[in-house]
């Protein structure tokens, strides 16, 4: 077992470094004032990550509350029909929508959303729908994080929500009260998951190089950036694709260890 862990450590920090040594020429060479502006034109010698950037916090900003809300609402239900047949069923079902690929919610958002946001403005290929495919795409996970964390919950606290018949909002204030580590740590994979995705970006957000005026803008993430360009890159443009990645690698690392730091105070 102390072998199995240590490969995968090893393996974690390959991962993690690979990116950071390949990207260290760039950071030596470029100046801050380049990479951190808002122009991104390679071919031209402008490296700008702002752009990128600000789209995967933006899609982070609309897409993480409105994943969280929706699998909260959803694993409650579970959780009140969790002796109906229906119970075993929706937990099935939700876990086959988990294993399919990014692609195949990408495919169904491109037919589905994407002509629905047109309606109302622009190319369709937008923040908005991008948020929209990513939501469908990480609300089961949200579901079922919560929907087993608060069967954990119940086994203290079921007796008291059935005595006062608690409404949703104090059931949930009470949950995030008993069960903080499980609220943090499934805000933290949410958070990684949105930030990471890459597949269902590429399909809807249009990969405009510019940061939105408004939801129904197209844009482009730190992720969509790397998969986009990678293919053809080659010398500085290559390595900074690298930086691309260092700097996506530091925003997770910065969440996790806030959250960890978090944890510790609970």
Partial sequence: MKLIVMFLVLLLIFLLAYPLTSSYEFFREIPISNWASMNWYPERGSFGFGTALTGSLLLVIFTLPLALLMGWVISLQLVDS???WLNSVSIAILEVWISLPSVIIGVWALVQVVPLVREFGGTGYSLIATVIGLTIFIMPTCTLLFYRSYLSHLDQYS????SFEMSMLSRSELFIKSQPTAVIGTINYIFCRIFGETMVVLMLSGNSLQVPGNIFEGMRTLTATIALEMAYASD?????LFALATVAIVVILVVLLAQYKRLIHV
Avoid at 159 to 162: D, S
């Fill in 159 to 162: 007796g008291l929500e059935n």
């Fill in 82 to 84: 969790r002796k109906s």
């Fill in 236 to 240: 500085m443009h290559e390595t900074s």
